[in-house]
């Protein structure tokens, strides 16, 4: 490890935990970052998982006024989500090492129209929540009906979310917003919550792989918890338009340089 890729991944974890707490795909920020310093792509993948997980942690500490009165739906969701991720991290781990470079330029650019989709997804979800059935809803039981079709979905999203991370956020925001509406910041409270619940059961089987850059893993855990805290109050605040675009570009030219040196 030398200084200019721990002061770069630093960086990049700091960088990452705001995003992911603010527009989603935080992992298109931290794995380049991690594949610069030479480091193998499966390896850069798992170490980007358990490194920004502290993110997920920090922006659900600080949407913790918005998770109020979510415990239940919390509770039916957990399940989905935690097998989800587990899927996801075994098959990550069982097949080749060389197949999962050939698919993550592809990866990435799904991550990416995922990204882009996000302002049409965050619009579906304004319009189920103007039709004042959510708010209805939560004035008589403050909750919202988890339907089988929302665990499924939370679920899919989960296995994507441990194979490859980068949009597992906008999946979540999309299945919990159009199948529970519900107010945006309350939503997007839980998203970051079951994110950090997919990337913790990762964590837990990426441990006893041995693929695990420590060293880099540890900077990205301090950097990306601060960052998430800072991410989640700027949210309240900041528009995500410009800081989407700067992702999604930069998640296009890293597809474009992985296949073309593929």
């Known amino acids: 490890m030398g200084v200019l890729d721990t002061v770069g991944v630093a960086a990049a974890g700091l960088l990452a935990?705001?995003?992911n707490a603010v527009a989603g795909g935080g992992t298109l920020i931290a794995f380049p970052a991690l594949l610069a310093t030479g480091m193998p792509a499966l390896t850069?993948?798992?170490?980007?998982s358990v490194g920004l997980v502290t993110g997920y942690a920090g922006g659900?500490?600080?949407y913790r006024r918005e998770l109020t009165g979510q415990?239940?739906?919390l509770r039916a969701l957990a399940g989905p989500a935690l097998f989800g991720g587990l899927g996801g991290a075994v098959v990550l781990l069982a097949a080749p090492a060389d197949s999962f470079?050939?698919?993550v330029p592809y990866l990435v650019l799904v991550a990416c129209?995922?990204?882009a989709a996000q302002p049409r997804l965050a619009a579906i979800v304004a319009r189920r929540r103007a039709s004042g059935q959510a708010v209805a809803r939560r004035r008589a039981g403050c909750g919202v009906a988890v339907t089988w079709p929302t665990r499924a979905g939370v679920f899919v999203a989960g296995a994507y979310g441990c194979y490859f991370g980068a949009g597992l956020g906008v999946l979540l925001l999309g299945v919990l917003g159009i199948l529970m509406p519900d107010?945006?910041?309350r939503t997007n409270a839980s998203k970051t919550l079951l994110s950090f619940g997919v990337n913790a059961v990762g964590i837990a089987v990426f441990v006893v792989s041995a693929r695990v850059a420590w060293g880099f893993a540890v900077v990205l855990l301090l950097a990306?918890?601060?960052g998430g805290v800072l991410g989640a109050r700027a949210a309240r605040l900041l528009p995500a338009t410009a800081l989407r675009t700067t992702v999604i570009a930069l998640g296009v030219v890293v597809a474009v340089i992985l296949i073309a040196t593929g």
């Not at 850069?44 to 980007?48: G, L, W």
């Open 17 to 19: 935990g705001a995003v």
């Open 44 to 48: 850069a993948n798992v170490t980007c």
């Open 60 to 62: 659900a500490f600080g």
């Open 71 to 73: 415990a239940a739906r």
């Open 101 to 103: 470079r050939v698919v």
């Open 113 to 115: 129209l995922l990204l």
């Open 183 to 185: 107010d945006l910041q």
């Open 224 to 226: 990306s918890g601060a």
